[in-house]
């Protein structure tokens, strides 16, 4: 267990809808990740929140947009989804925003788009 | 322009047997490096990293892992294989420090045979 949680664990949707996605990172951890794995694209980096700030931004679609709360845990809000959206979405976190700093990861939030 | 290639999308060895696991990046300054294992249906798992310093690193389970910047090199290897290591490897680097933006290799499953 590595103290991220992630919540729900699968997700069912049809295309055209909105979803949040939603990550709890380990205690004292200040910085969250979120990544999209599917078989087409593998493991792709989506955005990086440090205490609040947005740090970082990979292939990330507009349509997709996160947010970190003061309480330091995050949301991924998906919107107008397409087939091609499901995939495993994972968050991690680590105790600060450099990348020497490790992450752990949850379990993952599987989306089924249909 | 890929960052990460790992060489084989399969291994296969038996029990007892050397694991290597091939990662090469291209970067033109030396980047942070990353190996993670992902079992099935879990997230990903942090084996070991590089940052700076010894450029042999050990990880855990008994998997080590040597920098080699002329080679741009990041191999994974294991004396003995155990049945426990089948699962999804991926190495993954981070080309600046400032951030946390992992850019991951396509994976390698690695089977261990009996």
């Known amino acids: 267990d590595s103290g991220v949680t992630q919540t729900p664990k699968h997700l069912i949707t049809a295309t055209g809808q909105r979803v949040t996605l939603r990550c709890s990172p380990r205690?004292?951890?200040?910085?969250v990740y979120w990544y999209q794995q599917s078989l087409d694209q593998g493991l792709q980096f989506l955005i990086q929140?440090?205490?609040?700030?947005?740090?970082a931004k990979g292939n990330i679609l507009e349509r997709f947009s996160a947010q970190q709360f003061p309480d330091l845990h995050s949301e991924l809000n998906l919107s107008s989804l397409e087939l091609g959206d499901s995939a495993l979405y994972f968050c991690?976190?680590?105790?600060?925003?450099?990348?020497?700093?490790?992450?752990?990861f949850g379990p993952g939030t599987r989306l089924t788009v249909t | 322009a890929q960052s990460v290639t790992q060489l084989g999308s399969h291994v296969s060895v038996s029990e007892g047997a050397l694991v290597l696991l091939r990662c090469n990046y291209s970067?033109?300054?030396?980047?942070?490096l990353f190996w993670y294992v992902q079992y099935p249906n879990q997230g990903l798992q942090l084996l070991l990293k590089?940052?700076?310093?010894?450029?042999l690193v050990k990880g855990i389970n008994g998997f080590e892992a040597e920098f080699k910047k002329s080679e741009t090199s990041f191999h994974l290897t294991k004396p003995s294989a155990h049945m426990s290591d089948a699962a999804e490897y991926f190495c993954?680097?981070?080309?600046?420090?400032?951030?946390?933006?992992?850019?991951f290799g396509q994976g390698t499953t690695l089977q261990v045979k009996p």
């Open positions: 991690a976190s680590s105790v600060a925003g450099g990348g020497a700093f490790e992450q752990y």
């Open positions: 205690s004292g951890d200040l910085s």
């Open positions: 929140y440090y205490n609040g700030e947005e740090r």
């Open positions: 970067s033109s300054v030396p980047p942070y």
């Open positions: 590089y940052t700076t310093g010894a450029t």
């Open positions: 993954a680097v981070i080309l600046s420090g400032n951030t946390g933006k992992l850019i």
